[in-house]
């Protein structure tokens, strides 16, 4: 689910920034770079995990902001193909649901990967499973439910296209999301816990009961967004 990713980048200090201890200021800096940013090919990142070097701070010319190279390690978020995650169910459409795991909402359920019976019910905008055995199971908004990884979608995010309307004003073209995580809930045993009796009750104090989820030991090359 997550990895430690090595990232080389050169790093911009604000002047205002100056009176922050050097390693904080770098940190920060690294922060607003890449904490919740997609990094293409690599995946959405986290936090910094550690600085493995920085070299000394030059004073561009004119500016006044301080560049640093540095060599860092980043947490990322990039699940791999067949793991399982959990999230809640956020959104759904006739075209499939939308999780979230709290720190993402860029992961999406189509609907030819929820189970075979499945049927959309406009009249409740939810999708309900229509069983073997005669049951209704609905995929509310909202409840906790297990996903299997099954494919992520990349898309370049060029500069979008500035178009105008009617009336002269400026209307930029929709650029669709950098990354998507592909998931399925069509095996026995995902969708909605209430089904198979695992309910993530976080007021009860339970917790659920499946894989660990570590961060990976692997180091990848990333590339700036």
């Known amino acids: 689910m997550f990895i430690l990713t090595t990232i080389e980048d050169l790093i911009q200090i604000k002047p205002q920034d100056f009176h922050v201890p050097s390693a904080q200021a770098i940190k920060d800096a690294i922060h607003t770079k890449y904490s919740n940013k997609v990094i293409q090919n690599v995946g959405l990142g986290m936090t910094m995990w550690d600085l493995l070097e920085a070299s000394e701070g030059l004073i561009g010319h004119g500016t006044g902001l301080v560049n640093v190279n540095v060599t860092f390690r980043l947490l990322t978020f990039r699940p791999f193909r067949s793991e399982l995650l959990l999230g809640k169910i956020r959104r759904s459409t006739p075209e499939?649901?939308?999780?979230?795991?709290?720190?993402?909402?860029?992961?999406?359920?189509?609907?030819?990967?929820?189970?075979?019976?499945?049927?959309?019910?406009?009249?409740?905008?939810?999708?309900?499973?229509?069983?073997?055995?005669?049951?209704?199971?609905?995929?509310?908004?909202?409840?906790?439910?297990?996903?299997?990884?099954?494919?992520?979608?990349?898309?370049?995010?060029?500069?979008?296209?500035?178009?105008?309307?009617?009336?002269?004003?400026?209307?930029?073209?929709?650029?669709?999301?950098?990354?998507?995580?592909?998931?399925?809930?069509?095996?026995?045993?995902?969708?909605?816990?209430?089904?198979?009796?695992?309910?993530?009750?976080?007021?009860?104090?339970?917790?659920?009961?499946?894989?660990?989820?570590?961060?990976?030991?692997?180091?990848?090359?990333?590339?700036?967004?």
Do not use: C
């Open 96 to 225: 499939g649901i939308t999780m979230n795991l709290d720190f993402t909402f860029d992961v999406y359920i189509p609907f030819e990967y929820l189970p075979p019976g499945t049927v959309w019910s406009a009249a409740d905008s939810v999708f309900i499973w229509h069983t073997e055995d005669g049951q209704e199971l609905f995929f509310d908004r909202g409840e906790p439910s297990l996903f299997r990884v099954v494919d992520e979608e990349w898309t370049d995010q060029k500069p979008g296209l500035v178009h105008r309307d009617d009336d002269g004003g400026i209307v930029e073209a929709e650029r669709g999301v950098a990354w998507r995580v592909i998931g399925s809930m069509a095996q026995a045993g995902l969708g909605p816990t209430l089904w198979w009796g695992g309910e993530v009750a976080e007021e009860d104090g339970e917790e659920y009961e499946g894989e660990e989820m570590e961060v990976d030991g692997e180091e990848m090359g990333g590339e700036e967004e």
